[in-house]
Nanobody, 115 residues
Framework: QVQLVESGGGLVQAGGSLRLSCVAS????????MAWYRQAAGKQRELVAS???????NYADSVKGRFTISRDNAKNAVYLQMNSLKPEDTAVYYC?????????WGKGTLVTVSS
């Protein structure tokens, strides 16, 4: 079965950095588009960044130039390097993949940015 496990969240001061990881299993990781989403309290879940199986990436305007998504197909992992963090980046961050027409999500990892 498809499983996604996120890690790397925590409390950081504004201007700091964090690196999130998502380890996947249950599908052929290298052939799938992977994405990071986030959901702040009281807000809808939003796309942060995505990476296709061939490498091209896409970012939300709010994180362009600060966040970098990458993947390691040998480790079945996708990463989100977050720099210059802002209080408005505070949210639960989720990893997502669509397999067989169904979306699969991890349980998320909480990122809290203090001002």
């Amino acid at each position: 079965q498809v499983q996604l496990v996120e890690s790397g969240g925590g409390l950081v001061q504004a201007g700091g950095s964090l690196r999130l990881s998502c380890v996947a299993s249950g599908f052929t990781f290298s052939t799938y588009h992977m994405a990071w989403y986030r959901q702040a309290a009281g807000k809808q879940r939003e796309l942060v960044a995505s990476t296709s199986r061939l490498g091209p990436t896409n970012y939300a305007d709010s994180v362009k130039g600060r966040f970098t998504i990458s993947r390691d197909n040998a480790k079945n992992a996708v990463y989100l390097q977050m720099n210059s963090l802002k209080p408005e980046d505070t949210a639960v961050y989720y990893c997502k993949v669509a397999v067989g027409g169904r979306d699969y999500w991890g349980k998320g990892t909480l990122v809290t940015v203090s001002s």
